[in-house]
């Protein structure tokens, strides 16, 4: 029933939220103030981001070497930086990985920002924390700001993924977030494949869904 509700109201809002989100260019998370800009994820209105940032703030990062992997806005990136870590920050999409690059300098923080799709352009090297906001429907993007987004007919970003996790073979804190939206049983099985485990740690529940945030294992 909550899933019905939730597509019947989509679909009279949608539009509105999204223009709504597209006029909102700004965001400030303590010391923190970013800009933003149209097709770049928008932490202000998706608790999956919110859950990221509870578990930097939950956590000592200080020397700690952290990859946030899809990092749209990268304020969870930013406040790891804040608290000490170094951390690597990877998006597919050019305009994301640029406007972190400008908000990193007016903010005073450094950290490496890398275009990349997964972890093609990141040497081999070993992480402490590995922070994942995934794409997670099932449907082909059509544009680098809709792979925020979709993640492939096929679940393609998933086998890309946990093949280049896999791939990797390090000890690291591997730590994903996912919606009560997604097929997390067809996620897991995917895991599953390439020797990975889900441990539910959090979970944050919104008006017309939850999200979870999960340790994977290897």
Known sequence: MRKKLKNIWFRLFSDRIVRKIEKDNSYQYKSIQLTLEPGVFHPKYFDSSQLLLQWVEANELSEKRIIEVGCGSGIASLRAAQKGA????????????????????????????????????????????????????????????????????GFEYFH??????????????IFMT?????????????????????????????????????????
């Open 86 to 153: 170094h951390v690597w920050a990877v998006d597919i999409h050019p305009k994301a990985t640029e406007l972190l690059k400008k908000n990193a300098e007016s903010n005073g923080t450094q950290l490496e920002i890398k275009q990349s799709d997964l972890f093609v352009a990141v040497p081999k090297m070993s992480f402490d924390y590995v922070l994942i906001n995934p794409p997670f429907y099932p449907k082909n993007p059509r544009s680098d700001a809709e792979k925020a987004w979709f993640c492939g007919a």
């Open 160 to 173: 890309s993924l946990f093949e280049q996790l896999q791939d990797r073979n390090q000890t690291y804190g």
């Open 178 to 218: 996912l919606s009560d939206d997604c097929d997390l049983n067809r996620i897991q099985s995917i895991a599953s494949e390439h020797g990975f485990t889900f441990h539910l740690r959090q979970t944050k529940k919104g008006f017309f869904e939850k999200n979870f945030l999960f340790e994977i294992e290897g």
